[in-house]
């Protein structure tokens, strides 16, 4: 999802190039991806700086990849480590998640994430030895703490950068700003409108194409939309495609009838932490999972070129690639 916001930003400047409303533009590196913030208003240029120094206060809590984030710091220090207020609100956020998504989303894979990470297949004797140190049961959170049980660990990487696209919300607010578009990593915070009042168009990925190829959008406004898909980081072997999402209760990475899942809905967190859920879970469970929840939307993208969209995206999306077909889902 990463190079969708590409073509988000194509459409987006297709449709609003006669505005003369102020704007300001960044593309920045952070959290191990590419971020590109827009916005329009008097204080597009000050936000845009608050909100550039606001995601690099949170990278050096949720980066895999800074040596002294806190989140490394934690698993480096193992056992009982004190957390920062970000770091609390986000593990508490992503313990209720594991929960309610039956362990599909889980922060603590950390040693399975790894391991996949090497860019092969394991062999079965480590998957089973990191799957039995995998697992939000080995966390344990207090007050201002938390526990981890020996050699297990936290990764953030399913929900970090939206958790991150909630804070950057009241930023935007307190600027006076009605008109944005931020693309954390791929994760889009739709803020208001176009400068036109009209809705922001955002590219679905097709997963069988480049980064830049859509097979359709979605038209919307003070959205979260947020997506998990096999094509953003994967490696293949023997002609199968090993992708960065693991299904927790197998150990390998989640393999059923879904390429790709979307969210829809006004809360980054959650919908970062249900698109990858919901890929876990494969499209009927996942489907159920959306019946029993009304605070959110889905597109799915399963891998016979069908689309599902459930049914508050109707007059949202549109599809224009026509290999594909899509239905509706009620509830
Ligand atoms: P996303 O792109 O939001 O679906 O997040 C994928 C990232 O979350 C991976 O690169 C891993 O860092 C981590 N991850 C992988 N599998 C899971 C899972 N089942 N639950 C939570 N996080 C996961
Ligand atoms: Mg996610």
Redesign the pocket.
């Known amino acids: 999802?990463k190079k969708l916001f590409t073509i988000t930003l194509t459409f987006f400047l297709l449709f609003s190039g006669c505005t003369h409303t102020p704007s300001a533009s960044r593309t920045i590196f952070a959290m191990d991806t590419v971020m590109q913030l827009t916005i329009y208003g008097e204080n597009a240029g000050k936000s845009l700086d608050a909100i550039a120094t606001a995601i690099r206060n949170y990278e050096q809590v949720f980066s895999?990849t800074i040596v002294d984030s806190e989140v490394q710091t934690i698993n480096r220090n193992g056992g009982s480590s004190m957390l920062s207020s970000d770091m609390k609100r986000v593990l508490t956020n992503a313990e209720a998640f594991?929960k309610e998504t039956g362990g599909?989303?889980?922060?603590m894979?950390a040693p399975?994430?790894d391991l996949w990470g090497n860019g092969h297949v394991p062999e079965q004797a480590k998957i089973n030895d990191a799957r039995a140190h995998s697992g939000y049961k080995n966390m344990k959170l207090s007050q201002n703490s938390c526990t981890l049980r020996p050699n297990t660990g936290l990764?953030?990487?399913?929900?970090a950068?939206?958790a991150v696209s909630d804070d950057v919300l009241p930023i935007l607010k307190e600027y006076g700003i009605t008109s944005a578009i931020l693309s954390l990593g791929g994760?889009i915070v739709a803020h208001g409108s176009r400068p036109d009042k009209s809705p922001w168009v955002v590219g679905v990925r097709d997963p069988d194409g480049e980064a830049t190829d859509t097979l359709g959008v979605l038209k919307v406004h003070d959205k979260f939309v947020?997506?998990?898909?096999d094509y953003?980081?994967f490696f293949i072997e023997n002609g199968k495609r090993y992708h960065?999402?693991?299904?927790?209760k197998t150990g390998y990475p989640?393999d059923n009838d879904l390429r790709s899942v979307v969210i829809v809905c006004e809360n980054g967190a959650m919908a970062?932490?249900y698109?990858?859920?919901l890929?876990?879970m494969g499209s009927e469970a996942a489907l159920n999972f959306w019946r029993k929840h009304t605070n959110f939307e889905a597109l799915l993208v399963l891998r016979n070129h069908r689309i599902i969209i459930t049914q508050g995206l109707k007059n949202s999306f549109t599809l224009s690639d026509g290999r594909y077909t899509y239905e509706v889902e009620n509830r």
């Open positions: 999802m895999p594991a599909a989303f889980d922060p894979l399975l994430v990764n953030l990487g399913g929900i950068k939206g994760n947020i997506s998990s898909g953003e980081r960065h999402i693991i299904n927790p989640a970062d932490a698109s990858t859920a890929f876990v």
